[in-house]
T-cell receptor, first 112, second 113 residues
């Protein structure tokens, strides 16, 4: 079992719809969870981070964390073509080394 | 502006050659990391360093070497022992006591001819 798993997609949604991206992780000791966006050929950029169970909202983005189910998700409301990218889920290593373990990423396509 | 600078952006190497990728940060971060990304894949950790003159192997360290002589610099050498070096290499840094977020450089794309 991979430490951090994402569906590689592509996930295709129409413009204006809600895109839902999911991620599961294997280590119950993980404390911090991150969503990065990566455009083709570019480096990842942070979208959101979440530490506590529940929802965290930032503009059109909502991160959801359920530690009991070892599940973290990212919702993108009012999806725009400019949201088309690969979204990487990352989980902190419980040993407090600062390392992040990344999933393989989900490719999102927002169609006009 | 503060940030992480990687060079070169693109690099071509013949088989059997060692190459060194540069990573410099002016964010005053203690920790630095090297990740490798293959097409359609996530990021895999090569090496990381939490303080000057100390570094640890990541998940795929074989065929790579690093040094951390200065806080600002963390160069990565891809040696001839790395059997499949063609990839996108990303350097990152983070600040202890912060959010745990990794800040990334723009990446270096290495192609072996």
């Amino acid at each position: 079992q991979k430490e951090v798993e994402q569906n590689s997609g592509p996930l295709s949604v129409p413009e204006g719809a809600i895109a839902s991206l999911n991620c599961t992780y294997s280590d119950r000791g993980s404390q911090s969870f991150f969503w990065y966006r990566q455009y083709s050929g570019k480096s990842p950029e942070l979208i959101m981070f979440i530490y506590s169970n529940g929802d965290k909202e930032d503009g059109r983005f909502t991160a959801q964390l359920n530690k009991a189910s070892q599940y973290v998700s990212l919702l993108i409301r009012d999806s725009q073509p400019s949201d088309s990218a690969t979204y990487l889920c990352a989980v902190s290593n419980p040993g407090n080394t600062g390392k992040l373990i990344f999933g393989q990423g989900t490719t999102l396509q927002v169609k006009p | 502006d503060g940030g992480i600078t990687q060079s070169p952006k693109y690099l071509f190497r013949k088989e059997g050659q060692n190459v060194t990728l540069s990573c410099e940060q002016n964010l005053n971060h203690d920790a630095m990391y090297w990740y490798r990304q293959d097409p359609g894949q996530g990021l895999r950790l090569i090496y990381y360093s939490q303080i000057v003159n100390d570094f640890q192997k990541g998940d795929i360290a074989e065929g790579y070497s690093v040094s951390r002589e200065k806080k600002e610099s963390f160069p990565l050498t891809v040696t001839s022992a790395q059997k499949n070096p063609t990839a996108f290499y990303l350097c990152a840094s983070s600040n202890w006591g912060g959010t745990g977020e990794l800040f990334f450089g723009e990446g270096s794309r290495l192609t072996v001819l």
